[in-house]
């Protein structure tokens, strides 16, 4: 496979510059999955779809648009970085189920089915209760996305709602941000955005990915999470899935602070009823920008992982799953 | 040119179903332009873009989506008939020159810029005053239906907002379905519907293609029209403005009569200024379902025009202007 050294984060928010355009060509990354919408809704996503291809025109130097793996290939190759659109959440597809197949053809790739609470297709992982994936459009919406080639995303969903859609699946399923709750434990500010290891195993066996995140609110010993200690997580987990089912999600959030609100209760409540701390995030010294990618790489070779099992977690197997996942089924 | 041969009716509205589709069949149509919207905003075109992709989708046998001449062609060689999808007036776009170019990545192919009245484009021709296009929204979407590959239709707009974008387009625009007024003059229903000489100049000129139609309203006699008077406009019109100019947009609109209000009065009036009849429109007998497209042929014919004139009109002309409008700007 020629992507197999591909590297790729597969989960950034945020702001986006050309300042941090250049860390990611500093940090060696091939690719990029960005977040381009949690509450939008259709006609708002269009605007973000718009808005970011306007913003990879003025920096084409830098960075450039991937529908697919070959997208991301050719990035590579003129030393640029290739940008994947996702979603946080399924409000853009409203309650049409056509919205779908139109967003897929407007360039999103990946979609995560909820984001933290209830919408219509199935639960988030912050409410107490997770009913599964809604019978008639949840399962429908897991259906039509496998159908386009859009990518199904299950970081941000509760547990019911997370293995149903990993079963139902036909095709293989991402958890683009979290870590396994086993090894991160409770003593997290966010231990419910981590996943259980049955989650972890039907992801794998299904010939999905799992990104591990450096993200203090859910990272192992929180702010205080060393680079060896992420990395011992990531061998922990590799141990876990096998050498094709781990890769890396930062959830590198620079310049959130002013979409934090937007994000945490959108416009559907005045006051969240879980409130985790707001402000900016405190990112570890090793990773506090996309030019740190290569510290991870460097980590795990420190553990003494061999060069394929590390090309796998730092893109490899990304590319892999992209390659699977983002044309139409046949 | 393989496409010198085509028919086409360059615009039809109004309720679609098989029954419809093979009547086109029957007429022999390669290619019909249908309208998507009207005053629809951006949601909602989308929303009769999925309608129309499932209702295509659904008579597969007998209609197929068109992009490209090319699909026309490949309609024609299995015996379908060709949709082009179109719209009426420039509402989708809202006040978003992005969604020129989503729309059209979507399938849009043609839009008026104006449906009767003065939206942010420019006036349409039941304005008392037409100032022509708006200085910087106005020209700014000719220029991306340009850049994009949208092809300009002039048919409902006002005569200065007509010559101002016939000539500012810097590829052919097109009148899908109007008449001469100077052939037709004053005596029907709506002569403000029928294009001035000097502008039906400047469109040949430029390489456009001018609709005629049979809807009694704007047609020579109105309701008494004959296939003879019909086909004395065409040769009147192909004297005028050369033979590659002429085609036919019949604006068969059957079925309509559930919509009148819609295209009468949207939603901006209660009460619409100008009163024209509503209720169905009363079609000739010589020409009242797609079945009966062949008959302008045979007027044709009986006047002595050429083979090579009449397919050019029957839809070689509407192919060729297609050909060179679909496609992004190089």
New interface residues.
């Given amino acids: 496979m020629t992507y197999s050294s591909l590297t790729c984060d597969c989960l950034e928010t945020g702001h986006w510059d050309r300042n941090r355009f250049e860390a990611a060509r500093k940090g060696g990354l091939d690719c990029i999955h960005v977040t381009l919408g949690v509450w939008e809704d259709?006609?708002e996503t269009?605007?973000e779809?718009?808005k970011w291809?306007?913003l990879i025109d003025d920096h084409a130097d830098l960075v450039t648009l991937a529908n697919t793996v070959e997208d991301v290939e050719k990035a590579s190759q003129t030393n640029r970085t290739a940008i994947v659109f996702g979603l946080q959440n399924t409000a853009a597809f409203e309650d049409?189920i056509?919205?779908v197949?139109?967003l897929h053809?407007?360039g999103i790739r990946v979609a995560q089915l909820t984001y933290n609470i209830q919408n219509l297709v199935g639960s988030g992982c912050w409410e107490p209760e997770d009913r599964g994936l809604s019978t008639t459009y949840g399962r429908g919406v897991v259906r039509e996305m496998n159908r386009v080639g859009m990518l199904i995303d299950l970081s941000h969903c509760g547990e019911a709602t997370s293995q149903e859609a990993a079963e139902l699946s036909e095709r293989p399923v991402a958890v683009t941000h979290s870590n396994p709750r086993e090894f991160v434990g409770e003593d997290v500010e966010l231990p419910i955005r981590n996943k259980s290891t049955h989650l972890l195993r039907t992801v794998a066996e299904k010939g999905g990915v799992v990104g591990l995140s450096p993200y203090p609110r859910m990272a192992p010993d929180g702010n205080a999470c060393t680079v060896e200690r992420f990395c011992e997580m990531v061998e922990w987990t590799l141990d876990l899935l096998g050498p094709i089912a781990v890769g890396i999600g930062t959830d590198l959030n620079l310049g959130n602070e002013n979409k934090m609100a937007w994000f945490r209760k959108g416009r559907f409540a005045r006051e969240f009823a879980i409130k985790p701390r707001g402000g900016a995030t405190k990112w570890p010294t090793w990773f506090s920008s996309p030019e740190h990618f290569p510290v991870i790489a460097d980590g795990l070779r420190a553990r003494g992982l061999s060069q394929d099992v590390i090309d796998g977690v730092m893109g490899g197997n990304w590319m892999r799953l992209f390659d699977e996942s983002f044309k139409p089924m046949s």
């Fill in positions: 259709f006609r269009v605007r779809i718009t291809r306007r049409d056509e919205l197949g139109v053809e407007l």
